[in-house]
């Protein structure tokens, strides 16, 4: 397959895995920021974000000359035949999309571009949105220059974004021009996943339906773990025996302190305010949310109850702050609701986690940070587990009760055997078990 000239817009999660497995491809790629420190951050093999095994991809590519970073639109736009827009969508004030840094691209690329171009929508963004683009496009630019926006959404887990992107599920690919699509088709053939070739508006629905029912699979989980506890069931065995049904399925049954991050949270109220603005009324949408965030609250009462009924003066120990393993992203997570409920309790809180510590100080100064996590645990009057890290499961538990001031542990994520936890003479409760 011949080489291709690929300019991507934005090296955040989404943008720089994109550039980086694009050029691993052994395609040609310009990654642009507007963010001069991100960029000569990148020129000098320093990664934005944690993402494992990002940096060894950037740095092979950055060796081979495949991949370089740049903030200028007319150098990225040199020669390329794709422009990927990779920039955030970020939640605006009631919910919807904020399009501010897409539209910002759409017009830079318009300035810029003097060869023929496909613009591809990389960006979770607003059903209709591909339109809008190409309409900022045509008004931007100083001589009309071919080009078609076609919608390309990203199916990337946080953690394990670089084998999603290198095996996808399917690759969905929206156009009104026949020719675009098929070109951002062939770009994704060496990837020998499904491809799914529809108009605009639908590939953009499709990413927002696909975000918006795993959450819905972890809402409903979420809701039978309360019966599960009433009723003497045990909602961990309840998931595992309903997902052998290839309907279901056995992912995003896992029942705890719910989602948090950069896309349900924004992806599930997006769509709801899409609804809502069509005079519909999005019922399950409504409730996935807030049976998520009820999560946390009720967490937070649960160890209150464990520690005797009042938090006040009391020590809580936090494992983990990112909103899922394998990430330091603290968009959304639970761990930021938690802490500041308990400190308005009046509770004393201290946290370990292997990454997310530095990307969660400024967002939690009223919380003490450990570099140990026995350190951590020692003199604590509970703890919680808020991120199911794998170092977590690994403790030695024998240890960690004998640093407890009284061994009590909030599983919010139900990584340990609650048998075990029993025998081991802890006050311990887990989610629907």
């Known amino acids: 397959m011949a080489m291709k000239q690929i300019c991507v817009v934005g090296v955040g999660y989404v943008g720089l895995v994109t550039a980086a497995c694009f050029s691993d491809l052994g ?12 960029v000569e951050n990148l020129k000098k093999g320093i990664m934005p974000i944690y993402e494992p095994g990002l940096d060894e991809l950037v740095k092979r590519n950055v060796n081979a000359g495949r991949i370089t970073f740049t903030t200028s639109y007319k150098e990225a736009l040199k020669d390329a035949e794709y422009a990927f827009i990779a920039v955030g969508t970020p939640s605006g004030e009631s919910g919807e999309a904020d399009l501010q840094y897409v539209a910002a691209a759409a017009k830079s690329i318009a300035e810029n571009m003097t060869t023929p171009l496909v613009i591809i929508n990389k960006s979770t963004v607003p059903i209709g949105t591909g339109d809008w683009v190409a309409d900022i496009v045509k008004g931007a630019q100083p001589k009309p220059v071919d080009f078609a926006v076609v919608s390309c959404p990203e199916f990337l887990r946080e953690g394990s974004a670089i084998g999603d992107f290198m095996s996808p599920h399917r690759t969905v690919i929206g156009s009104m021009d026949k020719d675009a699509a098929n070109k951002v088709a062939h770009l994704h053939l060496p990837l020998r996943a499904p491809i799914v070739i529809t108009d605009l508006r639908t590939a953009e629905m ?5 975000n918006a029912f795993l959450a819905t699979k972890i809402s409903f989980m979420n809701e039978l773990a309360d019966l ?17 049904d290839a309907r279901i399925g056995r992912h995003f049954l896992d029942a705890g302190l719910g989602w948090g991050g950069s896309c349900f949270p924004k992806d599930v109220e997006a769509l709801a305010f899409m609804a809502k603005e069509k005079g519909l009324n999005p019922r399950i949408l409504n409730d996935v949310m807030e049976v998520n965030y009820e999560r946390r609250t009720v967490a937070v009462k649960h160890v209150e109850k464990m520690v005797g009924g009042n938090l006040k003066g009391k020590t809580i120990g936090l494992l983990g702050l990112a909103f899922k393993p394998n990430t330091d992203d603290m968009r959304d997570a639970p761990s930021i609701d938690i802490s500041k409920a308990l400190i308005e309790a009046g509770a004393i809180v201290r946290v370990y986690d292997p990454v997310a510590m530095e990307v969660a100080r400024p967002l939690l100064p009223d919380v003490k940070m450990f570099k140990d996590v026995y350190e951590m645990t020692q003199g604590c009057d509970a703890l919680m587990v808020i991120t ?7 403790l030695d538990l024998a240890k960690v009760k004998g640093l407890l001031k009284s061994p009590v542990i909030y599983d919010g994520r139900n990584i340990y055997d609650p048998k075990v936890m029993k025998e081991l003479g802890f006050s311990y409760r887990a989610v629907g078990r």
């Open 388 to 394: 199911e890290w794998n170092e977590f499961k690994q």
């Open 27 to 38: 395609n040609r790629v310009t990654a642009l920021d507007v963010n001069e420190q991100r």
């Open 206 to 210: 499709i990413k927002y339906a696909s």
């Open 228 to 244: 599960c506890e009433h009723v003497g069931a045990d909602v961990k065995e309840v998931a595992a025996g309903m997902g052998y």
